[in-house]
């Protein structure tokens, strides 16, 4: 599948008009259901295919992704590079083994985080800062969509560099 006809896959699958409520709180015309186009086959397989066009072989051990959105993309770009995933989820458990991170990761591993839709950028934010605490390098954030409100801006102005695989505008959004 082309950009093109990736573009057209996930705004029929996800583009919704109304009246939302997004996580920063700010209103908007248009909501891209995240899940609607992450449990399409074909869509997480053309994403993967586009995020390890992003990851620079040799110069990134693992991928991570955040729950809950994060979880189907990192495991389609852990497929399509052939590297490791970590999962990271919102807050430590309280049992088993209470961790906060799921899979390997050693200090000093070199990781591209994959995130979904990127407003603000305040969750993938904490992600990241999870993964520095832990030891981590993360080499850079990469976003499906960029609703270019601010992500990459909060994202760049934390040192972290920041890629999308699409913008609203691409994705013909005008809001």
């Known amino acids: 599948m082309d950009n093109a006809q990736l573009i057209k ?3 029929e699958a996800a583009l919704l008009r109304g009246e939302f409520t997004l996580r920063s709180g700010r209103k908007s ?5 995240k899940y609607l186009f992450e449990t399409q086959p074909d869509i997480l397989a053309a ?3 586009l995020f390890a066009g992003r990851v620079e072989k040799g110069k990134v051990d693992r991928v991570a ?3 809950l959105g994060g979880i189907p ?3 389609a770009a852990s497929m399509a590079t052939g590297l490791p995933s970590v999962l990271i ?3 430590k458990k309280d049992y088993g083994t209470a961790k906060q991170l799921e899979g390997k990761l050693d200090r000093g591993d070199r990781v591209v985080i994959v995130e979904d839709i990127a407003t603000t950028g305040g969750q993938v934010l904490e992600a990241a800062k999870v ?3 832990c030891g981590a390098v993360v080499v850079k954030i990469v976003a499906v969509i960029d609703r270019q409100e601010g992500a990459r801006e909060n994202i760049e102005g934390a040192g972290f560099k920041f890629e999308s695989l699409f913008t609203k505008t ?3 959004i005008d809001e």
């Open 170 to 172: 691409d994705l013909g």
């Open 9 to 11: 896959r996930i705004c």
């Open 89 to 91: 989820r919102n807050q």
């Open 47 to 49: 994403l993967g295919v």
């Open 131 to 133: 993964l520095r605490d």
């Open 65 to 67: 992704g955040a729950e």
């Open 73 to 75: 993309l990192v495991t």
């Open 29 to 33: 015309k248009y909501y891209l259901d």
